[in-house]
Nanobody
Framework: QVQVVGSGGGLVQAGGSLRLSCAAS????????TDWYRQTPGEQRELVAR???????IYADSVKGRFTISRDDFKNTVYLQMNTLYLGETGVYFC?????????????????WGQGTLVTVAS
């Protein structure tokens, strides 16, 4: 099966930076599209950034100019560089990956979530 493991969260002061990672592993995994979501206390999960296989990344208005989504297809890893973090951005950040893999003789698609990584922005 495909496993997706997120990492990189932690405690950071307001105005600081963090880089989150999400790695997919499995037989002949290839990432197609990937998203980063976050869930802040009392709020619903929201889309932060998306990067398709081909095309331009898109961002929530609240993070434009501060966050950057990227991917390393050789490592099957996606990243979210977060700069100038605000106090209200404390929450759990999740990656979502849509891709293909080959568990047997042929490729099939998969959709998988990382387990979430906690980001705490302190004053």
């Amino acid at each position: 099966q495909v496993q997706v493991v997120g990492s990189g969260g932690g405690l950071v002061q307001a105005g600081g930076s963090l880089r989150l990672s999400c790695a997919a592993s499995g037989s002949n995994v290839r990432i197609l599209d990937t998203d980063w979501y976050r869930q802040t206390p009392g709020e619903q999960r929201e889309l932060v950034a998306r990067i398709p296989t081909s095309g331009t990344a898109i961002y929530a208005d609240s993070v434009k100019g501060r966050f950057t989504i990227s991917r390393d297809d050789f490592k099957n890893t996606v990243y979210l560089q977060m700069n100038t973090l605000y106090l209200g951005e404390t929450g759990v950040y999740f990656c979502y990956i849509h891709g293909i893999w080959r568990p047997g003789d042929s490729y099939t698609t998969f959709d998988a979530w990382g387990q979430g990584t906690l980001v705490t922005v302190a004053s």
